[in-house]
């Protein structure tokens, strides 16, 4: 078969152009009720600069027989799921992470209550959801959406202040989760 800039060129614009990395929407839900307190607000979620669509692995199980390693497929695992937010001037969206961080895992200080860090709590600080999903030039949403359950943050990045840049201040946040679907 010949190739052409021209056949490739219809293919591409006839399956609306391909998929733009900067075409995407988040969601981030603190629990399984809608409108929590901790979750990420519609406007929040306008926020999130860069996210990824999830990774997924399945570790090599090695087996020796007759003195060599044989590979089989293992168990499957999860990478932790990244986005970088951008900070607005009340720091909305990062005193809710912090807030949720100390729901699992006590204090700033490291003092434990009844409603920081107390693993008592029926697990329900374990219970975040999220979605990405991509969407099309013409504002539709394309191909699967991606879930992750059992969601919870790792991590809460760093803010950098400093005189000689103006950019709007950025940071990211980790999560860890069971797992992903997608649909």
């Known amino acids: 078969m010949a190739f052409t800039p021209s056949t490739f060129k219809s293919n591409i614009s006839t399956n ?26 519609s406007n929040e979620s306008l926020l999130v600069k860069a996210a990824n669509l999830p990774a997924s692995n399945i570790a090599p199980l090695a087996v020796n027989y007759a003195g060599r390693a044989y590979k089989w497929g293992g168990f499957r695992t999860y990478d932790n799921w990244t986005v970088t937010v951008m900070n607005d001037e009340d720091f909305g969206a990062r ?27 029926n697990g ?25 359950s059992n969601l919870w943050p790792t991590e809460l990045g760093e803010i950098a202040v400093d005189w000689s840049s103006d950019a709007i201040e950025e940071y990211t946040i980790g999560f860890a989760y069971d797992h992903w679907t997608s649909s």
Not at 31 to 40: E, I, P, Q
Not at 100 to 118: I, V
């Open 95 to 121: 005193n809710r992470m912090m807030t949720w961080m100390r729901y699992l895992g006590g204090k700033l200080d490291g003092s434990r209550t009844s409603t920081y860090g107390d693993p008592s709590n």
């Open 124 to 148: 329900t600080w374990f219970d975040g959801t999220a979605t990405v999903q991509q969407v099309s030039t013409g504002g539709s949403v394309v191909g699967p959406k991606y879930s992750f």
């Open 16 to 41: 609306g152009g391909g998929a733009r990395p900067s075409l995407y929407a988040v969601t981030i839900q603190y629990g399984t009720a809608t409108g929590n307190s901790l979750s990420f607000t």
